[in-house]
Each structure stands twice: as structure tokens, then as C-alpha cells.
């Protein structure tokens, strides 16, 4: 066996007392970042959900817009005296 110097003994015991330790701190780290990716995952699904719902609601909103401009117009149109009858016909079959 060598001799080796008992500073260097105590180091080593140190060391090999504070590797538990070192190794649930490394674990719960790693748990931590999982959770984290899980999160920003879901994240990323609800937004993508979310602008999936958006695009028809914007659709049926653009829609009732256009609608309440073309029933407005012919509205008026139908008011005047002398009507434009082939505007009339453009915006009912529209």
C-alpha cells in the first residue's frame, strides 16, 4: 500500500460524501427541465389549437361583414326612385 498524505485521504472521503448529493441535486434538475419541455409543449399545442378555432371565427366574422354591406346596398338601392336594376340583380345573386 502507498502512503499517500491525509489531506489528500480527507479530500477524497469528502468527495465521495458529497456525490449523493450532487447526484439528487443533478435529478431533480433533469425533472425539472423535463416538466419544463412538457409545459412549452403544451403551450405550443394550445396555441396551435387556438389559431385553428381563430381562422373559422374570423371567416364567419368577414362573412356576416360582407353580408350586412350587401344587404345595406341593395337597402338603398331599392329606396331610390330611379333603381338600378342591374346593380338590383348583381348584389341579390352575390
Known sequence: MW???IWLV???NQQKGATPSH???LKATQSQL???EKLASL???TAG???EIQNPLNFVNNFSE???DLANELKDEIKKPEKDWELIE???TT
Open 3 to 5: 502512503n499517500s498524505p
Open 10 to 12: 480527507e479530500e477524497v
Open 23 to 25: 447526484l439528487e441535486h
Open 34 to 36: 423535463i416538466q419544463s
Open 43 to 45: 403551450g405550443e399545442l
Open 49 to 51: 389549437i387556438a389559431h
Open 66 to 68: 360582407l353580408s350586412v
Open 90 to 92: 348583381d348584389l341579390v
